[in-house]
């Protein structure tokens, strides 16, 4: 699973995970359980909208229209590797 989106809220998470799920994405919201421990005061970055590797570009595409705010960026490391063969290990 891969970060797609973080949330500014519940609210926005929700609003994503939706989008994605009318998409046939498989989505899950990571730390929503944390929000009921931390009272009544929004928490930033805890809230994370997360996708399978193999649907991560198409769901950057869905979380783009929705407008709620930027997807999860790229770095220049990851971007290459998203583009090129898989990274040899050892």
């Known amino acids: 699973m ?7 809220g519940i609210i926005d998470a929700h609003l994503i995970r939706h989008a ?9 919201v ?6 009921g421990g931390m009272g009544e005061l929004p ?3 805890l809230v994370q909208v997360c996708v399978p590797d193999s649907a991560w ?4 595409e869905v979380v783009e ?8 960026a790229l770095s220049e490391d990851e971007a290459a590797w998203e583009d090129g063969p898989l990274p040899s290990v050892g």
Do not use: N
Not at 2 to 8: I, K, L, S
Not at 20 to 28: C, K, M, Q, S, T
Not at 65 to 72: E, H, M, N, Q, T
């Open 20 to 28: 994605l799920e009318a998409a046939d994405i498989p989505v899950f």
């Open 2 to 8: 891969r970060v797609v989106y973080e949330a500014a």
């Open 57 to 60: 570009r198409q769901a950057r």
């Open 43 to 45: 928490m930033f970055g």
């Open 30 to 35: 990571k730390g929503e359980a944390l929000l």
């Open 65 to 72: 229209s929705v407008g709620l705010g930027a997807p999860v």
